[in-house]
């Protein structure tokens, strides 16, 4: 049985994401939750905490799963929408600044 969340528009390059989600694939849930709880990465690893604690209480919501055996089956990160922004520059010229956004999904399995 497999259980998926999904969070949009997070206003974190995909990048910087995808540090850290390559880390926790393939872990099983308790240890990829200790692992981001410790990182260093701690707006990033809130956020992927987050998800996943999401898609534990989707498990527990549908009451077959045990909790305790799932792992991250698949974690994914694509770049969302960038918002485009511009800054003055020297002699009336602008630098354009691209904030990026990141869609993170999450597919957890039963071992």
Do not use: C, W
């Amino acid at each position: 049985m497999e259980v998926k969340a999904k969070v949009s528009f997070v206003r974190i390059t995909p990048r910087k994401m995808g540090l850290l989600v390559d880390a926790v694939r393939g872990k099983d849930i308790n240890t990829a939750l200790t692992y981001l709880k410790f990182s260093p990465r701690r707006r990033t690893a809130g956020i992927i905490e987050t998800l996943l604690k999401s898609a534990v209480a989707n498990a527990t919501q549908k009451g077959t799963i045990d909790v305790d055996k799932l792992f991250v089956k698949t974690i994914l990160v694509g770049q969302g929408m960038t918002l485009k922004r511009f800054r003055p520059r020297a002699k009336g010229s602008a630098f354009k600044i691209n904030k990026k956004t990141s869609h993170i999904s999450v597919i957890l399995a039963e071992k």
